[in-house]
């Protein structure tokens, strides 16, 4: 392990993985027929571009994959998806871990044996500028899929929805959450977040970012409250997660690519693969510097 491994690992005891449904300079997509995707019991309703995406991939037709998938396959079967949609956008996986992306993929790995939780948000900004019409759906459609598939129960799923019947997804809800799941989780137990709704980017405070910007998500009481940066996500909900406990996370909204700030990034860019390891969450001399390394892979069709 090198000595850069050993000090994430201090500073993130946790294997964090998060699924992003573009890089953060791009747009997510919000889509008005899911039934295009194949989902489960759309209803004609809506669904985010990504939720879909990952949806199409892992519970196609409310039917798990007959084969283990890798994470690259997932990624490269997204942006299939999303292609043959007429979507531009580009999956990405960032993880707390330098994980080996060909080797199956787990939301919940063999040896977990705790709790299994999750914290699902869907905002829609009803009577809002830029009201979205797919959020909600999503997380009716992942709740669905943690229970059915991974045997997650109802009753330790906090739903974050802005539809007047679930907890409000307020700045201070969701703060609240993240805060709390930290507190709940220990070693063996599983948790998988999930958001649907804006994003956006603000000014970096504190110069960690190369491209000049936080990354944040966008609660419903946005104008009143603020925006949630990635800076506050990783020190409220990722620092303090537990050695041992294991989050998925899918974050279906713009500029999603790094707004956990974890250290690693696998994007699936055509035929090229970027590891990207971020100095910049380190206290250590070589912080705010970055090193990229590209591996140039062929990916094999599937």
């Known amino acids: 392990m090198s000595d850069f491994d050993a000090q994430v690992q201090k500073l993130i005891p946790a294997e964090v993985n998060m699924i992003s449904g573009s890089h953060d300079s791009q747009t997510s997509a919000d889509v008005y027929n899911v039934s295009q995707f194949q989902l489960p019991d759309p209803k004609g309703r809506a669904g985010g571009a990504c939720t879909s995406a990952v949806l199409k991939v892992l519970y196609n037709d409310s039917q798990e994959p007959s084969e283990q998938l890798t994470w690259v396959t997932l990624l490269r079967r997204m942006r299939s998806v999303l292609n043959s949609m ?11 871990r330098m994980i080996d992306v060909n080797k199956p993929m787990y939301i919940v790995p063999p040896n977990a044996n705790g709790m299994k939780r999750a914290i699902l948000i869907g905002i829609n900004y009803t009577g809002q500028r830029g009201q979205l019409s797919g959020c909600h759906n999503d997380v009716d459609n992942i709740s669905e899929y943690l229970q059915k598939v991974h045997g997650f129960e109802a009753t330790n799923m906090l739903r974050l929805v802005d539809n007047g019947v679930d907890h409000a997804p307020t ?14 989780s220990k070693a063996g137990d599983v948790v998988f977040l999930h958001y649907s709704g804006h ?11 190369d491209d000049g910007y936080d990354e944040t998500l966008v609660p419903v009481d946005f104008e009143r409250s603020g925006q949630i940066v990635d800076d506050d996500i990783l020190r409220k909900l990722v620092k303090p997660l537990a050695a041992g406990v294991t989050m998925t996370c899918l974050m279906d909204c713009c500029h999603s690519g790094t707004v956990l700030d974890l250290p690693y990034r696998f994007t699936a860019d055509g035929d090229v693969w970027v590891r990207d ?6 206290a250590s001399p070589e912080a705010g510097l970055a090193l990229c390394c590209c591996l140039a892979l062929l990916l094999d069709s599937f």
């Open 86 to 96: 007429g979507f531009d956008q580009i999956p990405q996986l960032t993880s707390s």
């Open 171 to 184: 700045h201070a809800n969701i703060m609240s959450a993240f805060s709390r799941i930290g507190d709940y």
């Open 199 to 209: 994003g956006s980017r603000v000014p970096d405070r504190d110069g960690d970012e």
């Open 277 to 282: 390891q971020s100095f910049g969450l380190l």
